[in-house]
């Protein structure tokens, strides 16, 4: 065998000794932060941004039967309802359902 094949034969060798170490198999932890707690709407409505994950650059809050009963914001709610259309059977009437609108950016 030539030098240069018996390199590449080690190279190949040790790279393949190293693979399990690198590559080790560790079982996943998934932390139930909320196993156990129930929330009540009540206590939902309470603190909602509690609820936005952490990290927000920027917290817009709306008051959504203001932002319905403006012109501007029924051409929203008529654009979001053309690109986004729920079924009657969701149940869901954002001028009804809606009384305040948190939105985050990350």
Known sequence: MSARFCRKLLL???LASALPFSCAKK???IAQTASGKELTAADIDRDPLALLPAGAV???YLDAPKLFNSEFGTK???LSQQQMPLPP???F???RDLSKLYV???
């Open 27 to 29: 079982q996943e932890v």
């Open 104 to 106: 985050a950016t990350y």
């Open 89 to 91: 059977s969701a149940g």
């Open 12 to 14: 190949v060798a040790a």
């Open 76 to 78: 929203v709610l008529n």
């Open 58 to 60: 920027g917290v817009l």
């Open 93 to 95: 009437e954002p001028r």
